[in-house]
């Protein structure tokens, strides 16, 4: 299994960036996928997650309205469009799997989330 992480990068405050999270080995279309950030010396948190299908997603109420997650299961792929970044969004950013097939839970407990992958780097300047 192996989730890779993009798109990360340098950007002023109010700008946007776009995170690609691309799947394989795995059956992508029927797992949940979420984002979670974590900042020098914090743990990690929880940011989006989205049901296999698309149909539903959650956030955290620190990105709600700013942040969009998408997913294009034909592409094994899930996005995280961030808009109007802020400091505080300064991250190391995941993707991650929940390996229970058809999960509708969206859990925002990293925990519960079987696969990982290996972070980018989000750093948002004032």
């Known amino acids: 299994v192996q989730l890779q992480a993009s798109g990360g990068g340098l950007v002023q405050a109010g700008g946007s960036l776009r995170l690609s999270c691309a799947a394989s080995?795995?059956?992508?279309?029927?797992?949940?996928m979420g984002w979670f950030r974590q900042a020098p010396g914090k743990e990690r948190d929880f940011v989006a997650a989205?049901?296999?299908?698309?149909?539903?997603?959650k956030y955290a109420d620190s990105v709600e309205g700013r942040f969009t997650l998408s997913r294009e299961n034909a592409k094994n792929t899930v996005y995280l469009q961030m808009n109007s970044l802020k400091p505080e969004d300064t991250a190391v950013y995941y993707c991650?799997?929940?390996?229970?097939?058809?999960?509708?839970?969206?859990?925002?407990?990293?925990?519960?989330?079987?696969?990982w992958g290996q972070g980018t780097l989000v750093t948002v300047s004032s």
């Open positions: 080995g795995l059956t992508f279309s029927r797992l949940t």
């Open positions: 991650a799997a929940n390996g229970n097939a058809w999960d509708r839970t969206m859990s925002t407990t990293a925990a519960l989330y079987n696969y």
């Open positions: 989205i049901t296999w299908n698309g149909a539903s997603t």
